[in-house]
């Protein structure tokens, strides 16, 4: 078995572990990132499109964000469809100005990779981590199944950025971490097509038939979700069903129809909330989707992954390079006070927008909260505050 030593180790290639490992290196942090699917994979593997204001600022401060600031969209408010009618939230108006960018997460990866490629710091790919020992010593090491053989590496910290369905989280006895979940009783189907974006804008749609969101990556790519039942899948929605459905939930009577083109992509996503505490156990660190999953309709769960890897560089600079461990001590509790903000808004955004199929006292509740959030300014900058920059502290 071949061994290699480094100061930290990060388990996974998604934008946590990535970011981490720009972010440290920028320090003077030796790093080793391993990823089990392919480079090709993770640059295509299509999932969020809003970046906060805070964390798009983090990218281009950390030198990654060059070709986000050339062909990301730039928005300044989101629509709010309801009763065949439209509402446009002036999100930069009620958050001190600030914007957010539409800019697809594969991108943000592929300008991490190239970042790291390009000056030449460790990143395996195909690389599967399949254990830890001594997280609770000093020195922990990590088992990694390569291409060219099994691989031990020793270190000091290891980093857990693998998703929900990763190894990391898994490591942490039982008898320490609470789990607290919640699912829900819809899942989103999300298409991207060929087909330039009718408005400028977001719209989250509430209809009587289910959910919709209206989002886009380029001026002639749009990207379109439809609310549908947890136990439906893929082959039971042609392309002609999808439109016709989207057209049915997104049409109001001021505005033409959204432009329909062909379907590139398509996927289902479950949705669930999950928040895992403590993010620490050890050596070992928990950032991103490895802690915490909120549900799509937030637009918070790349933000919090990146949030996240932004405390936890500090915090092993401090502790590396300085000896100084209050920041690493304080770790989880920094962000966990996030997450569950997040947790509390994309529950907001998910109840409001979903209505309910058998629950009537529900969906007057839900139609309540939506005019509010459209007529009251109070609610309206409360939701624009959280939508654009959740994240800055
Ligand atoms: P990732 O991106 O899942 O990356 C984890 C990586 O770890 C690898 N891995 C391993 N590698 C080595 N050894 C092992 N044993 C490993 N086990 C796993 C995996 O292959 C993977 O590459 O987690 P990370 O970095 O924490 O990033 C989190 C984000 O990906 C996620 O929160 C967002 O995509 C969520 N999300 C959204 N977030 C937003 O901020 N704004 C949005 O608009 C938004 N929209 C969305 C979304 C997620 C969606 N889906 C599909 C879940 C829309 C959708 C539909
Ligand atoms: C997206 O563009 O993929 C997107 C936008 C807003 C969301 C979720 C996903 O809330």
Redesign the pocket.
Known sequence: MKELRTQVVI????????LLGHLLHLEGIDNII????SRE??EH????????YGIAKLLVESGVGERMLRDGLVHHGVEFRFDRASHRIPLSDLAGGKPITVYG?QEVVKDIVAARLGYGAPLYFD????GFDGLTTDQPSVD?DTPEGKLRITCDYVAG???????ANRAIPQNIIRRYERTYPFS?L?IIAQAPPATDELIYCRHENGFALY?MRSPEVSRL?LGVRPDETLDQWSDDRIWEELSIRLATDQVPEIGQGPILER?I?AMRSIVIEPMRYGRLLL????AH??P?TG???????LADVRVLSRALLAQLIGGDDTLLEAYSATCLERVWRAEEFSTYMTQMLHPSYTDDFENGVQKTRLRQAVASEGAATVLAQNYVDLCSR
Do not use: F
Request: neutral net charge; aromatic residues 4%.
């Open positions: 388990v996974g290639a998604g934008p946590a572990g990535l391993l990823e089990r699917r994979h993770i593997r299509v999932r969020a499109g809003v970046i906060e997460q690389s599967e981590v399949t990694v950025c693998d998703g929900t369905l990763g190894v989103w999300g989002s979700y996927g996503t950032a991103g989707d490895s999953i909120v799509p637009a918070k769960g790349m933000n919090l992954a």
